[in-house]
T-cell receptor
Framework: GAVVSQHPSRVICKSGTSVKIECRSLDFQATTMFWYRQFPKKSLMLMATSNEGSKATYEQGVEKDKFLINHASLTLSTLTVTSAHPEDSSFYIC???????????????FGPGTRLTVL | AQKVTQAQTEISVVEKEDVTLDCVYETRDTTYYLFWYKQPPSGELVFLIRRNSFDEQNEISGRYSWNFQKSTSSFNFTITASQVVDSAVYFCALLPVKAAGNKLTFGGGTRVLVKP
């Protein structure tokens, strides 16, 4: 069964509004989670690393003020797309590493994704 | 820097045919993990396999098999007797053990279309 959930699965919003996406690890704790963006027929692009108890780490070129990340607990990370515009429309996917117990040995499990459409 | 190349962007086969997906990677790290994920039309990435760089044994799981060749930096994936449900995008990914924070490097993906 699923080990990472994501909500909502689909959202349509008007330009200028903010949208919050939740990512939860279901039966394990995750001190880090990852947020990806995927354009149609393209690979996953890592946006940021969500860190429990500290600030998120953003990849180069990703606007911190546009994509706010909060790792509220060991099982929950949220991505808020602020003042969304049509170019923010995309498929957003989160993941959480599980197992291993040692950095670099975990397997990342992915949420089902959130399809954001900004009108 | 890490890099994963999936040269085949799309493969179309007829049901029951075998299909092999190529994955070539680049890394300076001596210890790393390789992964394959399946992304069906629903969008959720499904974990298929993880392979340690020190373990070059080939693996078979049902109709799936993987061929890891460290000498050629390749980790190819074969689906035997393909079925329509195998239609999906398949991603190969690399995780160097020393990488901070478990950051995966993905290949571009290979879209597999299995026709009935």
């Amino acid at each position: 069964g699923a080990v990472v959930s994501q909500h909502p699965s689909r959202v349509i919003c008007k330009s200028g509004t903010s949208v919050k996406i939740e990512c939860r690890s279901l039966d394990f704790q995750a001190t880090t989670m990852f947020w990806y963006r995927q354009f149609p027929k393209k690979s996953l692009m890592l946006m940021a690393t969500s860190n429990e108890g500290s600030k998120a780490t953003y990849e180069q070129g990703v606007e911190k003020d546009k994509f706010l990340i909060n790792h509220a607990s060991l099982t929950l990370s949220t991505l808020t797309v602020t003042s969304a515009h049509p170019e923010d429309s995309s498929f957003y996917i989160c993941s959480a590493p599980k197992g291993g117990g040692r950095a670099g040995t975990d397997t990342q499990y992915f949420g089902p994704g959130t399809r954001l459409t900004v009108l | 820097a890490q890099k994963v190349t999936q040269a085949q962007t799309e493969i179309s086969v007829v049901e029951k045919e075998d299909v092999t997906l190529d994955c070539v990677y680049e890394t300076r790290d001596t210890t790393y993990y390789l992964f394959w994920y399946k992304q069906p039309p629903s969008g959720e990435l499904v974990f298929l396999i993880r392979r340690n760089s020190f373990d070059e044994q080939n693996e078979i799981s049902g109709r799936y098999s993987w061929n890891f060749q460290k000498s050629t930096s390749s980790f190819n994936f074969t689906i035997t007797a393909s079925q329509v449900v195998d239609s999906a995008v398949y991603f190969c990914a690399l995780l160097p053990v020393k990488a901070a924070g478990n950051k995966l490097t993905f290949g571009g993906g290979t879209r597999v279309l299995v026709k009935p």
